[in-house]
């Protein structure tokens, strides 16, 4: 790899990159550009995330990436839910071997060397309601809150539950640190996902 390139990815300002990013950052012609970026890829400093989606690697690299961040590069707009939000939550034993998030775009599944991403499709409007955005030294990442991952765990697996008592079972939530869910809060998500299975769940739960 020429000493230039090299140059321009340690220099760039985030260790993730589009196509379009590497268009604006080696101006060349599309053959002459393809080249530079498989010399690239064999030399390991580029790393093939998906289509279309890179990330810098070797000594270019200033972390290793976080399964979480690296999600939001795969699909967006995307944020980490369903398992993966209940584990970091601290509310599910189980490990989880691969990343789930859900997205406005269509659900998909996405492999590559740092493990598996697993997405889910959920209604545009309000997308982000009960998400917050967390950082920490090895990433920033988009998670959604611990009653948002419930209520999407049920949406997106198509649970017909009357209450919290069948989640606790199939998943072994501990509900001794879950805090009772707002009123308020879980009328709006009756609002937002317009689901009749969701608005029993919750209003078993409330009532429970």
């Not at 230039?4 to 760039?12: M, S, V």
């Not at 995307?78 to 599910?92: K, R, T």
């Not at 017909?160 to 640190?177: C, K, Q, V």
């Amino acid at each position: 790899m020429s000493i230039q390139i090299e140059k321009k990815l340690r220099e760039y300002p985030s260790d993730y990159l589009t196509y379009a990013d590497l268009c604006a950052l080696l101006p060349s012609t599309d053959n002459a550009r393809y080249a530079q970026v498989k010399r690239a890829l064999k030399e390991g400093l580029l790393l093939r995330l998906t289509k279309g989606v890179y990330c810098r690697g070797g000594y270019l690299a200033t972390k290793m990436p976080h399964p979480f961040e690296l999600s939001h590069y795969l699909r967006w707009p995307s944020y980490v839910s369903l398992e993966s939000a209940l584990s970091y939550h601290g509310l599910i034993p189980e490990a989880v071997y691969s990343t789930t998030s859900v997205t406005t775009m269509r659900k998909t599944t996405v492999t590559n060397s740092f493990g598996a991403f697993n997405f889910k499709t959920l209604p545009k409007s309000n997308f982000f309601m009960g998400v917050s955005r967390e950082s920490n030294e090895e990433g920033t990442f988009f998670i959604a809150s611990p009653w948002k991952a419930i209520t999407d765990y049920v949406y997106c697996y198509k649970k017909n539950w009357n209450n919290l008592e069948p989640f606790i079972e199939s998943l072994r939530l501990d509900d001794t640190i879950l805090i009772p869910i707002n009123p308020d809060f879980a009328e709006k998500l009756i609002q937002y996902y317009d689901c009749a299975r969701i608005s029993k769940f919750l209003k078993g739960t409330l009532s429970s």
